[in-house]
């Protein structure tokens, strides 16, 4: 194209004209997976189709507009604007915006579904201390869901024979309860430490027992059950003073399941992001990259002036 002058006119920048070069460079730098590159790029063309205007000119109420008129289920809609935010990120950082439209916009995941690390160092603090002095086997069980964030049950149904500790073949062979497959998640120094000394300190202790063996027993010999490891956790909790008083009763300021976020969260900032989805066992990659988006986010938050802090509720108070 031309002006009036016969000068040449840059081409307008739009989301479906930059979105190949967007993921191009996302599955370079990032390494992620195909299913993730997938799931962005159906993101994004769905936005780019009603979203048809230049970069620089899509305002938050365009794209509040056109989630509400898509009526989608709040995790979809989330979905999409964590994959829109990403996209304007990318652009704002090559000057074809001044500004991320999307900062302005809230997440409409219901709040069970978001990821939930333990977010408080000091009462981390307290809770890896407390685990660090509970009884075996429930201090390698907390410690495997802690460090590694499998499932609660997947740990439980561990066999002697599940564990895989070569040199440099370090492995734990899972049971995923919740598709019945078998995935197997390699053992690191690096990012699970605790767990791999655990493990060779109480697999050597079961040396002499059959493969099919459960890991983990109780007292009476049978396989660890559920009911005992949470009366366990409560333990851990009042130990650590993380306990809270509702409607006149006690309970965990946290869950077992909280212990999975925090993993998944030290985890994304660790590895590539379909290395994560196989240790977690993430069937769909937007759950993974729920971690990773809150991670970015929090690195995001925390490089921004102190004086564009929003600061927390508890802060407030």
């Not at 915006?97 to 160092?121: D, K, S, W």
């Not at 073949?169 to 699970?192: C, F, H, W, Y």
């Not at 430490?193 to 002499?208: A, C, I, K, Q, T």
């Not at 977690?280 to 991670?295: A, C, I, K, N």
Request: glycine share 6%; aromatic share 6%.
């Amino acid at each position: 194209m031309s002006d009036a002058n016969g000068f040449g006119q840059q081409p307008a920048r739009t989301i479906l004209g930059e979105l190949e070069n967007f993921l191009a460079e996302l599955r370079q730098e990032d390494r992620l997976s195909e299913n993730t590159i997938t799931s962005y790029r159906c993101d994004l063309r769905t936005a780019g189709l009603a979203l048809c205007q230049e970069l620089s000119t899509i305002t938050a109420h365009d794209i509040q507009q056109f989630l509400a008129g898509r009526k989608e289920q709040p995790g979809t809609t989330n979905r999409r604007i964590a994959s829109l935010n990403r996209f304007f990120r990318w652009a704002k950082e090559r000057g074809y915006v001044t500004h991320n439209p999307v900062e302005q916009i809230g997440g409409r995941l219901p709040t069970e579904h978001r990821p939930q690390p333990i977010a408080n160092e000091h009462e981390l603090r307290a809770l890896d201390q407390a685990i660090a002095a509970a009884p075996q086997p429930y201090r390698l069980i907390f410690t495997l869901l802690r460090e590694i964030g499998i499932r609660t049950d997947e740990v439980l149904n561990l066999n002697l024979g599940d564990v895989i500790l070569e040199p440099g073949r370090e492995m734990l062979l899972v049971r995923d309860s919740k598709s019945g497959s078998k995935r197997m998640i390699a053992l690191t120094p690096d990012a699970m430490p605790r767990s791999l000394r655990g493990l060779r300190h109480w697999v050597r202790e079961m040396d002499h027992l059959p493969p099919d063996t459960p890991l983990f027993r109780s007292s009476r010999g049978t396989r660890a059950s559920y009911d005992t490891l949470h009366r366990r956790w409560v333990a851990v909790c009042r130990a650590a003073r993380l306990i809270d008083v509702v409607d006149g009763r006690e309970q965990p300021r946290y869950t077992l399941h909280h212990l999975r976020h925090t993993a998944a969260t030290k985890l994304v900032a660790f590895y590539p992001e379909q290395v994560v989805r196989r240790i977690l066992g993430h069937r769909d990659p937007r759950s993974t990259r729920r971690y990773t988006e809150l991670v970015r986010n929090r690195h995001h938050a925390a490089e921004r002036p102190a004086s564009l802090q929003v600061p927390s509720q508890r802060e407030a108070m």
